[in-house]
């Protein structure tokens, strides 16, 4: 059965205006995008590779140096517990030094370009 009755009005949920392609592209390409980038890469990467050989490292000496880890350092602690321990206070370490480098120095950027974007979309 028909109805002659017009369509329902479609509703959008107010937000911020969608970019098009280009703009994303041209920010993409921009000086200001480069250095957001460079700033987290100079960050992230070292970091990164840093705890990968400290991992490797640990794995290392956990399968080829099974004297050196099975020192006892006191009581029943050896060397191989305290650098498994390591490695959780170093992940931790390394999330919360991200975090605060973000904060500081990621977001205040990414927010001006996300604005610049928005506003211009």
């Known amino acids: 059965m028909a109805t002659d009755a017009p369509p329902p009005e479609k509703t959008l949920a107010a937000g911020p205006a969608q970019p098009t392609t280009e703009q994303f592209i041209e920010v993409q390409e921009s000086a200001e995008f480069g250095e957001l980038r460079r700033t987290y890469r100079s960050f992230a990467f070292p970091l990164t590779i840093a705890f990968i050989a400290w991992y490797l490292l640990y794995v290392l000496l956990s399968n080829y140096a099974g004297g050196f880890m099975g020192t006892?350092?006191?009581?029943?602690?050896?060397?191989?517990?305290?650098?498994?321990?390591?490695?959780?206070?170093?992940?931790?370490?390394?999330?919360?030094?991200?975090?605060?480098?973000?904060?500081?120095?990621?977001?205040?950027?990414?927010?001006?370009?996300?604005?610049?974007?928005?506003?211009?979309?």
């Open 72 to 121: 006892k350092l006191f009581g029943n602690i050896n060397v191989a517990l305290v650098l498994g321990l390591a490695q959780f206070a170093t992940t931790f370490l390394i999330a919360w030094s991200y975090s605060r480098h973000a904060a500081g120095k990621l977001d205040p950027k990414a927010e001006a370009i996300k604005s610049r974007m928005e506003a211009g979309a």
